[in-house]
């Protein structure tokens, strides 16, 4: 830090950049039920919901990567398993 672009650099990205605050807006709503959550294949962003593109939901690679993400995380928390059986992949 403390070199000379600091400043321009600044000037430049931090109308971009989210406090941490503002960054974690979106998750304490969904968590605190403030927001409405419906639907599969969808993501949040400023208090919005988005769609996943297609070319991502159905990705050759879906299947192994939900597996992936299954095993470590039941793995890790093994009272999950149950509830991510449940879920439709």
């Not at 605190?32 to 593109?53: D, Q």
């Amino acid at each position: 830090m403390h070199r000379w672009f600091d400043p321009i650099a600044d000037l430049l990205f931090r109308p971009l950049i989210k406090t941490p605050e503002q960054g974690a807006e979106t998750a304490l709503q969904l968590a605190c039920g403030k927001l409405p959550v419906s639907g599969n294949s969808l993501y949040w962003r400023n208090g919005k919901a988005r769609r996943i593109s297609d070319s991502v939901v159905n990705h050759p690679c879906r299947k192994h990567l939900w597996k992936q993400i299954l095993q470590l995380t039941t793995r890790a928390i093994p009272e999950t398993e149950t509830y991510f059986r449940s879920l439709k992949y």
